[in-house]
């Protein structure tokens, strides 16, 4: 039965607390969110991009709340309807009820959605080992660019839970490059993102700068330069970025979306620390 199967791959994951089995639960239903639009002929015109397709496919050590994509061709008449109902076909199929909110705005050129499901956690709360707290009802935020900027390389990927499945997805390099305009643009600390640069820079993962460079001018404050975005260019912004971040409040932010062995490290985080991290950006 589904729920065995998922209480299995719950047990497996041995959460040690309601945080963490929640994170859990939310992980194993977004593989089937990615099962159906799989199915659905979804990844034909579209990509799996950031935080969450880089632990789906890569195996980041840490948690992530929402499923982005990117259009392989800008099309802003792009709608969720036909793909997100087939996944929730799909998983109706499987005994997992979803409901569906499109949050789109034709006028936006990142369109929303959600996927609900009240069922799943409290089921496998029950049965498993960790069952102090309630289970939270769990939302699937979909995020696709419709008009994203030029440059991104793709490839193709594979799910093996719940079945096998081809995903199309960005290449690392293409990948990282989207995280560096996230780093460099963003107007508040996410310590998400600097977890994120740790693994990339860590790893040496080149950067595309030509997409960077497409990202920077088209958002940001940055927005309509041409700029000369190489190497050193990006490690003399991040070293200016990493001397006004507050790094308690950057911890306070991933904490919750990290396992319990990665949380140590966070002691670690400081402007010393990422600016060493920097002489990696290639």
Same mark, same amino acid.
């Not at 595309?208 to 190489?230: E, H, T």
């Not at 919750?256 to 002489?279: D, G, I, K, M, T």
């Given at each position: 039965?589904?729920?065995?199967?998922?209480?299995?791959?719950?047990?497996?994951?041995?959460?040690?607390?309601?945080?963490?089995?929640?994170?859990?639960?939310?992980?194993?239903?977004?593989?089937?969110?990615?099962?159906?639009?799989?199915?659905?002929?979804?990844?034909?015109?579209? %990509?799996f991009?950031?935080?969450?397709?880089?632990?789906?496919?890569?195996?980041i050590?840490?948690?992530?709340?929402?499923?982005?994509?990117m259009?392989?061709?800008?099309?802003?008449?792009?709608?969720?309807? $036909?793909?997100l109902?087939?996944?929730?076909?799909?998983?109706a199929? $499987?005994?997992?009820?979803?409901?569906i909110?499109?949050?789109?705005?034709?006028?936006?050129?990142?369109?929303?959605?959600?996927?609900?499901?009240?069922?799943?956690?409290?089921?496998?709360?029950?049965?498993?080992?960790?069952?102090?707290?309630?289970?939270?009802?769990?939302?699937?935020?979909?995020?696709? %660019?419709?008009n994203?900027?030029?440059?991104?390389?793709?490839?193709?990927?594979?799910?093996?839970?719940?079945?096998? %499945?081809?995903?199309?997805?960005?290449?690392?390099?293409?990948?990282?490059?989207?995280?560096?305009?996230?780093?460099?643009?963003?107007?508040?600390?996410?310590?998400?993102?600097?977890?994120?640069?740790?693994?990339?820079?860590?790893?040496?993962?080149p950067?595309?700068?030509?997409?960077?460079?497409?990202?920077?001018?088209?958002?940001?404050?940055?927005?309509?330069?041409?700029?000369?975005?190489?190497a050193?260019?990006?490690?003399?912004?991040?070293?200016?970025?990493?001397?006004?971040?507050?790094?308690?409040?950057?911890?306070?932010?991933?904490?919750?979306?990290?396992?319990?062995?990665?949380? $140590?490290?966070?002691?670690?985080?400081?402007?010393?620390?990422?600016?060493?991290?920097?002489?990696?950006?290639?």
């Open positions: 039965m589904l729920i065995d199967v998922l209480r299995n791959k719950l047990i497996e994951a041995a959460p040690v607390d309601e945080i963490e089995r929640d994170n859990v639960v939310q992980e194993l239903l977004q593989h089937f969110v990615l099962l159906g639009l799989s199915r659905s002929g979804f990844f034909e015109k579209a %990509a991009h950031g935080g969450t397709c880089l632990r789906v496919v890569n195996g050590n840490r948690f992530f709340e929402d499923l982005d994509f259009l392989k061709t800008p099309d802003d008449s792009f709608a969720w309807q $036909e793909h109902a087939a996944v929730v076909k799909d998983c199929t $499987e005994g997992i009820a979803m409901e909110q499109d949050r789109a705005k034709a006028d936006t050129a990142v369109r929303k959605a959600f996927l609900k499901n009240d069922s799943v956690g409290k089921v496998l709360t029950l049965r498993s080992i960790v069952s102090k707290g309630p289970p939270r009802k769990h939302r699937i935020k979909l995020e696709i %660019a419709t994203p900027p030029a440059g991104s390389a793709f490839e193709t990927k594979y799910i093996t839970f719940p079945t096998i %499945a081809p995903l199309t997805v960005q290449t690392l390099d293409s990948s990282f490059a989207l995280k560096m305009h996230a780093l460099l643009c963003r107007q508040y600390v996410k310590g998400r993102d600097w977890f994120d640069f740790i693994w990339y820079a860590s790893r040496k993962t950067v595309n700068f030509p997409l960077l460079a497409n990202a920077l001018r088209q958002q940001g404050q940055w927005s309509g330069q041409d700029l000369p975005v190489d050193t260019w990006v490690r003399a912004a991040l070293d200016a970025k990493i001397r006004e971040i507050d790094w308690e409040v950057a911890r306070q932010d991933v904490q919750r979306f990290l396992p319990h062995s990665e949380q $140590e490290n966070l002691r670690f985080w400081s402007p010393e620390l990422f600016c060493q991290l920097v002489a990696n950006v290639q």
